[in-house]
């Protein structure tokens, strides 16, 4: 059985890079005006995990360009562990909103047979959405996701689940009503007893405590979501201070290298992403809980 320590630090807390990107790293190389086929979203991952990864606990990315390339190419640092992204790469949609579905052949064993040591799940949902015509999207994300999760603990792979909170077209939230929202998310899937929950933003220092007595004896690590490094920087100390067991990051510290060719790419990252990254895991040498100290 493989514990969260593979992708933690030796005090058990999470500095994880993430690069997992597919479409939307397709979409941001095409914005930048860069090559953007599939050798060349191989290229972009290989650059940064191979220079990012020695500081990192762990590394987030996908089998369609990520594993085998940074395997076989040495990128991956050795002491840092893999987690897998096993999501489908298509979502599925209904009226205009997500329907939380899964890949059956995308399951615990296969990160497994993909040489990984945890699985990340991402879901799309709005935990206060009331059923309709289209089903109650609410009750199948958890569903889903219960299966992930009841799969995950049956063969021994932790489970990562990333829940990213979605409105139905038309609605536009406030600010708060998001964030409130987030922390509602974090609350009712904590039910179902994943490893580590990936977190957005939840808004405040009050509400980072929230969140980590709500969820318990889940553990959390907060995510970047693309903000500038400099404010994702600040939410990481709040987020570690209010109860998060580390962070899962990645356009925060290397978003910029997309716009670049590759030898510039690979100077910036050294010169940039790597402080960035020395950066937020200096944060975790002073903040922060142990997963294990929320899992006990």
């Known amino acids: 059985m493989t514990t969260l320590d593979a992708i933690a630090d030796r005090d058990g807390r999470f500095a994880v ?3 997992d990107q597919r479409a939307s790293l397709r979409k941001m190389l095409t914005t930048a005006g860069q090559p953007a086929g599939d050798a060349d979203l191989t290229a972009f991952k290989v650059d940064v995990i191979g220079a990012l990864s020695p500081l990192a606990s762990g590394v987030l990315t996908d089998v369609e360009y990520g594993v085998d390339a940074v395997r076989s ?10 987690l897998i992204a096993a999501e489908p790469a298509e979502k599925e949609k209904v009226g205009g909103e997500y329907r939380t579905t899964r890949d059956p052949a995308r399951n615990a064993a296969w990160v497994r047979a993909n040489t990984g040591d945890a699985m990340k799940f991402l879901l799309y949902w709005n935990p206060d959405r009331a059923a309709d015509e289209h089903g109650d999207l ?3 994300a958890l569903s889903v996701t219960g299966e992930v999760v009841k799969d995950c603990a049956a063969t021994g792979i932790p489970s990562v689940i990333e829940p990213l909170v979605a409105f139905a077209p038309g609605l536009e939230p406030s600010r708060e009503q998001k964030e409130a929202a987030v922390v509602r998310s974090a609350t009712r899937l904590a039910a179902l007893d994943m490893d580590l929950l990936k977190l957005e933003w939840p808004g405040s220092a009050a509400a980072c405590a929230t969140v980590s007595e709500n969820l318990g004896r889940v553990p959390w690590a907060v995510l970047s979501a693309g903000v500038a490094y400099e404010q994702f920087l600040e939410r990481a100390g709040i987020a570690l201070d209010g109860g998060a067991c580390g962070f899962i990051a990645g356009r925060a510290i290397w978003g910029e290298a997309v716009g670049m060719p590759g030898p510039e790419r690979r100077a910036w990252l050294t010169e940039v992403a790597v402080p960035r990254l020395r950066g937020l895991v200096d944060l975790l040498d002073s903040h922060g809980r142990s997963w294990r100290e929320v899992r006990r």
């Open 17 to 19: 890079l993430a690069m």
């Open 73 to 82: 190419g040495g990128a991956l640092a050795d002491s840092a562990g893999l």
């Open 138 to 140: 609410a009750e199948i």
